[in-house]
Structure formats: C-alpha cells, structure tokens
C-alpha cells in the first residue's frame, strides 16, 4: 500500500551542529510534501512545505530536499538549538484509489539535541 | 499570529457515552479536519470538511462519528458511544485551500479518555 516512513526513529546532535532528518515516500503521484514539529503535549506546527516541482527549499534555518527519483524526503536543520528538540513528522499529500487528495503521515523522528 | 483553539483540553468519559470535541479554526480558512493521535503513534487522519459536507473520511471514521459546523466559527466531532480504543489525542486542523494547497494549521489537540 502507499506510505510515507522515516528512517531512523531518534536521532541525537549536539547543540550547534546541523541535523538531517529523512523521509521516504511510496506514492510516486504526491506531489505536495510537509514537514512538521510536534513538541511534548502540542500539536503539530508547521515548518515547511515544498512541490513536486521543486528540488529544495530553504527556509530559517531549515531546508527540505526532495528526491523524486528515489521519492525521498529531508529536512535539514542548521545551528541547532535546544528548542529544536521535538518529533517531526513528514507528510505527503497523496490521492488513495477512490478518494479525494488527504495528508498521509510519516511514524516520526524523535530528534533530541544535546548540549 | 492567528490560531486554531481546540476545547477542552482533555476529557475522560465513561466508555458508552457521546463526547462532542470542540474546535475554532482560523477564521478565514475554508477547509477543516479532524485527525487521531495514539499516544506514541503517528497522525492519523479521520476526515475533512469543506462547504458544509465532508469531503474525505478515513476507515476509521465509521458511523459512530459525526462532524458539524453549527455556526460560522465552531467545528466539532462527535463520538457516539465512545470505546476505550477511542482513547486518543484528537487534533483539529484548518486550511486556507484543500490538502494540496497549502499548509494545514493545527490545534494542540484534546485528549481524550474513555474509561
């Protein structure tokens, strides 16, 4: 069936260094691609977004690259701070037999930074 | 920065009984969706709404659950008679356009306990 999955489900940096957080997706139709942070107790928030006709996008501190050929996604987050400790969920945007488009989820990755 | 506000913030119910989850989202959002969190577990999606009907629902949306938009704010679900597996984190969510026009905006959720 069509999935969206994370490869490493923690992952631990150290205070200043840069994280890469990574994604893969089984529906080569997506063509809408979000990354969310989810801390402790809160829902998801939005950090960024990208299309099916782009390869990278940045934003603060943060970029998105995506690899349609091997239908990968990551998120990569520079200089990263004590408050980046979360779980972030990729999400794809994805048209199941019979249905409308809907946001499908990734499972997470528990990133937490070290000081 | 506008917000969707979710209410109440957790609610324990007898197993059998109706809960009604309560939701404003952003107020010049168009599409509204309700979502699932199993504590530890990923986003689950149950159903959008969008021009006074549902557009999508998910298997797990099945006739115990219901959503209404009474009045020009306000966006609920309704579980009928609750079972203790509807013990979850429910998520509210509003959009300015559907799931592959832009971000989805999230509540911090209710959580919910059947007993």
């Known amino acids: 069936g069509e999935s969206v999955g994370l490869h490493l489900p923690t992952l631990s940096v150290q205070e200043g260094d840069n994280s890469i957080i990574n994604c893969a997706y089984s529906n080569s139709a997506s063509d809408y691609f979000i990354w969310y942070k989810q801390e402790s107790g809160k829902g998801p928030q939005f950090i960024i977004d990208i299309r099916s006709n782009m390869d990278k996008r940045q934003g603060q501190r943060v970029t998105v690259l995506l690899n349609k050929t091997v239908k990968h996604l990551s998120l990569q987050i520079a200089a990263t701070q004590p408050g980046d400790s979360a779980v972030y969920f990729c999400a794809e945007s994805t048209h199941l037999m019979d249905s409308n488009y809907q946001l499908i989820w990734g499972a997470g990755t528990k990133l937490i930074i070290k000081p | 920065e506008p917000e969707v506000t979710q209410t109440p913030s957790h609610q324990v119910t007898q197993m059998g009984q109706e809960v009604i989850l309560r939701c404003v989202p952003i107020?010049?959002?168009?599409?509204f969706y309700w979502y699932r969190q199993i504590l530890g577990q990923k986003v689950e999606f149950l159903v959008s709404f969008y021009n006074n009907e549902i557009s999508e629902k998910s298997e797990i949306f099945d006739d115990q659950f219901s959503v209404e938009r009474p009045d020009g704010s306000n966006f609920t679900l309704k579980i009928r008679s609750t079972k203790l597996e509807d013990s979850a984190m429910y998520f509210c969510?509003?959009?300015?356009?559907?799931?592959?026009?832009?971000?989805?905006?999230f509540g911090d959720g209710t959580r919910l306990s059947i007993l």
């Open positions: 107020s010049n959002h168009l599409y």
């Open positions: 969510a509003s959009s300015e356009a559907g799931s592959r026009g832009g971000p989805q905006h």
